[in-house]
């Protein structure tokens, strides 16, 4: 699905990070925060607009902060989405304005089951509701005005880990009221894993068991952010989306590890059908462990909810690796890493701990293009080396593939991935561990973009030949079997050759050292 497009209308890839939370309406921070989307090779960066800033008085509207990032990302040729900070951040309601927080009697907090309040708003609040409506709709028609010809703006989150925190339920009078109705007939035929009951009858309970409140704090929270949504898209229809935190960590119980009501994975339909303003359901990915990373990913790839990742870490060798199988194997649309600015030392460069990532989001970018045509397709492969990996094997129709990882050594006599590179500083790359993209766009083109590995093609024997041996033993079948080899970028769609590969840099193995891109062209006469 091309779900991000341009102001022509052409699917792009947005690749970038997010800022700190307090970072919009500070020249000075604002000024690392995009400094830092350059060294990640980005094009996307997402900043929160607040709702204390946007209508500090009730009724009146200020729209500077957008003005001035959309400014800003103009002037820096990057993409912008727009996060609303309303009436949750991370479920609490730090960006209200004051004469919201001022009269509690109206915009309702959420209650615990002693009775006390908690740190949410109350998403069965009309007055909230409405508020919030009114202040987005209003944000999103000057967004119209000011960005509707040039697109800067790409796509607006709709608040930010919506819920409740420290409660599995809101039990305030109003709320249990509602709960006690039947369940509405937009949620018929949802089922949910592990409630305890075979779903029958008309009220939560008898539909989903001991899930049964948590259920209802969904349907409520995603009725609540699909009416802000689509107040907005009355005024400037462009993609919405929300983040979530994850549900799928600790021992998974409502209000205990997460927001209660937030859209984790086990209500993923229910949010799907009570709030289908909302194009996409975005999980916040700090998730280091492969096995988790993969599991949620599987969840949030969707056919109705193309993956897009809106938060991840902006450090660490974890994510350097995961997100090349986010993009490869669940065809990622999309992606940013929180905190930009605390990826820079004082003088502006990058922080040693930030490079692994920034190399990784620098090889994804190389390949944006591709991703975007082949993805869903099975010709995008990913090359990550996990614990105790030398190498990984893949075998395509025609082509046995080894994958080598340099930290692994084994180098033949030194030669090949680590000679005659750019930069002959190579501790990053002999210790890091390595991972890329590989992308086969004909039956002998193949693109290779990423970081501390190199590969090795060998021509696989038709199956009706008797005698394969002198194939397999025939240099003409591996390496050597190429037409061209070229280090380069693109331009758009087009391909763009800065130099050409050969003698040792491509007799050996077919490297990639630090986020480049690698153009492999092998001779289909052999």
Same mark, same amino acid.
């Given at each position: 699905?091309d779900?991000?497009?341009?102001?022509?209308?052409?699917?792009?890839?947005?690749l970038?990070l997010?800022?700190?939370n307090?970072s919009?309406?500070d020249p000075s921070?604002?000024?690392r925060?995009?400094a830092?989307?350059?060294?990640?090779?980005g094009n996307?960066?997402?900043?929160?607009?607040?709702?204390?800033r946007?209508e500090?008085?009730?009724?009146s509207? &200020?729209f500077?902060d957008a003005d001035?990032?959309i +400014?800003r990302?103009?002037e820096n040729g990057?993409?912008?989405v727009l996060l609303w900070f309303?009436a949750?951040?991370?479920g609490?309601?730090n960006y209200?304005? /004051?004469?919201?927080?001022?009269?509690? $009697?109206?915009y309702?907090v959420?209650r615990?089951?002693?009775g006390g309040?908690?740190a949410?708003?109350?998403?069965?609040?009309?007055?909230?509701?409405q508020?919030?409506?009114r202040?987005?709709?209003?944000? #999103?028609?000057h967004?119209?005005?000011?960005?509707g010809d040039?697109?800067?703006?790409i796509?607006v989150?709709?608040?930010?880990?919506?819920?409740?925190?420290?409660?599995?339920?809101d039990?305030?009078?109003?709320t249990?009221?509602?709960?006690r109705? $039947?369940?509405?007939?937009?949620?018929?035929g949802i089922v949910?894993?592990d409630?305890?009951v075979m779903?029958?009858?008309?009220s %939560?309970?008898?539909?989903?068991?001991?899930?049964?409140?948590?259920a209802f #704090?969904?349907?409520a929270?995603?009725?609540y952010?699909?009416?802000v949504a689509m107040?907005?898209r009355?005024?400037?229809?462009?993609?919405?989306?929300?983040?979530?935190m994850?549900?799928?960590?600790g021992? /998974? /119980?409502?209000?205990? &590890?997460?927001?209660s009501?937030?859209?984790?994975g086990r209500?993923l339909d229910i949010?799907?059908a009570?709030?289908p303003?909302?194009d996409?359901?975005c999980?916040?990915m700090?998730v280091?462990? +492969?096995?988790?990373?993969?599991?949620v990913t599987?969840?949030y790839?969707?056919n109705?909810?193309?993956l897009?990742?809106?938060?991840?870490?902006?450090?660490?060798?974890?994510n350097?690796?995961?997100m090349?199988?986010?993009?490869?194997?669940?065809?990622c649309i999309g992606m940013?890493?929180?905190g930009?600015a605390?990826a820079?030392?004082?003088g502006g460069?990058?922080?040693p701990?930030?490079?692994?990532?920034?190399?990784?989001?620098?090889a994804?970018?190389?390949v944006?293009p591709?991703l975007?045509?082949?993805?869903?397709?099975g010709?995008?492969h990913?090359?990550?080396?996990q614990?105790f990996m030398?190498?990984q094997?893949?075998?395509l129709?025609?082509y046995?593939?080894?994958?080598?990882?340099?930290s692994?050594g084994?180098?033949?006599?030194?030669?090949?991935s680590?000679?005659n590179?750019?930069?002959?500083?190579?501790a990053?790359?002999?210790?890091a561990?390595?991972?890329?993209?590989?992308?086969?766009t004909?039956? $002998?083109?193949?693109?290779l973009s990423? &970081?501390?590995?190199?590969v090795?093609?060998?021509r696989r024997?038709?199956p009706?030949?008797e005698?394969p %041996?002198?194939?397999?033993q025939?240099?003409?079948?591996g390496t050597l079997?190429f037409l061209s080899v070229? /280090?380069?970028?693109?331009?758009g769609?087009?391909?763009v050759?800065? +130099?050409?590969r050969?003698?040792?840099?491509?007799?050996?193995?077919?490297?990639?050292?630090?986020g480049?891109?690698v153009?492999?062209r092998l001779?289909p006469c052999?």
């Amino acid at each position: 699905m091309d779900f991000f497009r341009d102001r022509a209308g052409n699917p792009i890839l947005p690749l970038g990070l997010q800022t700190h939370n307090s970072s919009t309406g500070d020249p000075s921070m604002l000024e690392r925060e995009i400094a830092a989307v350059k060294a990640y090779h980005g094009n996307l960066l997402e900043a929160p607009i607040y709702w204390f800033r946007t209508e500090p008085q009730e009724g009146s509207f &200020c729209f500077d902060d957008a003005d001035d990032l959309i +400014r800003r990302c103009r002037e820096n040729g990057l993409y912008l989405v727009l996060l609303w900070f309303g009436a949750s951040k991370n479920g609490h309601p730090n960006y209200v304005p /004051e004469w919201v927080k001022l009269r509690p $009697d109206l915009y309702r907090v959420a209650r615990g089951r002693d009775g006390g309040h908690v740190a949410s708003l109350s998403p069965v609040c009309e007055a909230t509701q409405q508020a919030d409506s009114r202040a987005f709709a209003a944000l #999103m028609a000057h967004l119209r005005e000011a960005d509707g010809d040039t697109r800067t703006v790409i796509a607006v989150q709709v608040e930010n880990e919506m819920g409740l925190a420290n409660t599995d339920f809101d039990y305030s009078d109003e709320t249990l009221a509602l709960y006690r109705q $039947d369940v509405p007939a937009c949620l018929d035929g949802i089922v949910l894993e592990d409630c305890g009951v075979m779903p029958g009858g008309s009220s %939560w309970r008898s539909r989903f068991g001991r899930h049964a409140h948590e259920a209802f #704090m969904a349907w409520a929270h995603a009725r609540y952010m699909n009416a802000v949504a689509m107040a907005g898209r009355a005024q400037y229809d462009i993609p919405v989306f929300t983040n979530v935190m994850l549900g799928e960590q600790g021992y /998974e /119980e409502a209000g205990a &590890c997460y927001n209660s009501g937030a859209a984790v994975g086990r209500v993923l339909d229910i949010y799907k059908a009570a709030a289908p303003d909302i194009d996409l359901l975005c999980p916040d990915m700090y998730v280091p462990d +492969r096995e988790r990373y993969r599991r949620v990913t599987g969840l949030y790839a969707r056919n109705d909810n193309p993956l897009f990742i809106p938060e991840s870490p902006i450090m660490g060798e974890a994510n350097a690796m995961n997100m090349m199988e986010a993009f490869a194997d669940y065809g990622c649309i999309g992606m940013a890493c929180f905190g930009g600015a605390s990826a820079l030392d004082a003088g502006g460069s990058l922080l040693p701990e930030a490079v692994h990532v920034a190399q990784s989001m620098k090889a994804v970018m190389g390949v944006a293009p591709l991703l975007i045509r082949w993805r869903g397709t099975g010709r995008v492969h990913a090359l990550v080396q996990q614990e105790f990996m030398d190498k990984q094997y893949l075998r395509l129709d025609r082509y046995h593939i080894e994958a080598k990882f340099i930290s692994a050594g084994g180098g033949r006599w030194g030669l090949g991935s680590r000679i005659n590179t750019r930069d002959p500083q190579n501790a990053d790359v002999l210790t890091a561990r390595g991972r890329a993209l590989l992308i086969q766009t004909d039956e $002998d083109e193949f693109f290779l973009s990423g &970081c501390g590995v190199k590969v090795d093609f060998r021509r696989r024997p038709d199956p009706l030949v008797e005698d394969p %041996w002198p194939l397999l033993q025939s240099r003409q079948s591996g390496t050597l079997n190429f037409l061209s080899v070229e /280090e380069g970028h693109f331009e758009g769609d087009r391909w763009v050759c800065d +130099r050409c590969r050969n003698g040792d840099e491509s007799n050996f193995e077919l490297f990639v050292h630090r986020g480049e891109t690698v153009r492999i062209r092998l001779n289909p006469c052999i």
